[in-house]
Nanobody, 116 residues
Framework: QVHLVESGGGLVQPGGSLRISCAAS????????MGWYRQAPGKQRELVAV???????NYADSVKGRFTISRDNAKNTVYLQMNSLKPEDTAVYYC??????????WGQGTQVTVSS
């Protein structure tokens, strides 16, 4: 079992920056990947960025060059640094972890709103 708690969402103006965090607890030694997904109203949940246990990263085309995913293994936390935010980045952002056993766990989500 892995428990995920996201934090750091909020309201930011277009062009601004925001960093959201996801702290993991429980069977953290068995985590294969951690990632961020987002879901805007009326749209399907989509991958934003993922980082493996070996720190390999992958990003959606829409956020490449603007968002950076990173992890602090000592704190069992994954971060998403979001720069040059656009109104279309507005969504609920969810943290997801996949274990080596392929079980997946989701966080509760954190709202990010980009608006002037």
């Amino acid at each position: 079992q892995v428990h995920l708690v996201e934090s750091g969402g909020g309201l930011v103006q277009p062009g601004g920056s925001l960093r959201i965090s996801c702290a993991a607890s429980g069977r953290i030694f068995s985590i294969k990947t951690m990632g961020w997904y987002r879901q805007a109203p009326g749209k399907q949940r989509e991958l934003v960025a993922v980082i493996t246990s070996g720190s390999t990263t992958n990003y959606a085309d829409s956020v490449k060059g603007r968002f950076t995913i990173s992890r602090d293994n000592a704190k069992n936390t994954v971060y998403l640094q979001m720069n040059s935010l656009k109104p279309e980045d507005t969504a609920v952002y969810y943290c997801k972890t996949v274990l080596f056993s392929d079980y997946a766990y989701w966080g509760q989500g954190t709202q990010v709103t980009v608006s002037s």
